[in-house]
């Protein structure tokens, strides 16, 4: 799978719009980008997934440059409950790749 | 909708003695499910993952097994804890198909003494 890169931490306004950043350059045709989040002590809650086009739900706005080398995802109005670590995983959809591979993640802070 | 139940929330066992951790997942049939654990300070690594009754995928070598009794339950075991079994274990689940998403549960701190 496709290594990701992320700032350690960022800061975002309560009421703004929080854009986290993942660079993963070496990705492959096949290979997802996906989005998780980890709250202190709690297991990691899936957010949003993509393979090229950009994505939205209920959660989130994901956002996958033309050439899927970066993507952004968007929380368009942070509340102090989004304040967690933000993983960007890029995993292929194939044969036996079942494994997440987590990294260090983005430290989001939603100040209030 | 699906939900995913694990138990015990934490646990504190001594050096030596047996685990058995249970995950349990509602709302769906012939889910894919996985262990992970997270070491302190540390991403989270896969373990063992299922996709049915009786199939088990062993990820890394260890003192851990896990065991899928039913189609949506997933057992994680130790006859012998070691002091490097502890961490945060979560079990996750995902419906069948290449890019689907997991979905984690709660997960169980567990501190060997």
């Known amino acids: 799978d496709a290594k990701t890169t992320q700032p350690t931490s960022m800061d975002c306004a309560e009421g703004r719009a929080a854009n986290l950043p993942c660079n993963h350059s070496t990705i492959s045709g096949n290979e997802y980008v996906y989005w998780y989040r980890q709250i202190h002590s709690q297991g990691p809650q899936y957010i949003i997934h993509g393979l090229k086009n950009n994505e939205t739900n209920e959660m989130a706005s994901l956002i996958i440059t033309e050439d899927r080398k970066s993507s952004t995802l968007i929380l368009p109005h942070a509340t102090l409950r989004d304040t967690a670590v933000y993983y960007c995983?890029?995993?292929?959809?194939?044969?036996?790749?079942?494994?997440?591979?987590f990294g260090k993640g983005t430290l989001l802070t939603v100040n209030p | 909708s699906q939900t995913i139940h694990q138990w015990p929330a934490t646990l504190v066992q001594p050096v030596g003695s047996p685990l058995s951790l249970e995950c349990t997942v509602e709302g769906t049939s012939n889910p894919n499910l996985y262990w992970y654990r997270q070491a302190a300070g540390r991403g989270l690594q896969l373990l063992f993952y299922?996709?049915?009754?009786?199939?088990i995928s062993s990820e890394v070598p260890q003192n851990l097994s896990a065991s899928r009794p039913q189609d949506r339950q997933f057992i994680l075991s130790s006859k012998k804890l070691l002091l490097s079994d502890s961490g945060f274990y979560l079990c996750a689940w995902s419906v069948w198909g290449g890019n689907q998403p997991q979905h984690f549960g709660d997960g169980t701190r567990l501190s060997i003494l």
């Open positions: 995983i890029v995993r292929g959809d194939g044969g036996s790749n079942y494994k997440l591979t």
């Open positions: 299922s996709v049915g009754i009786g199939q």
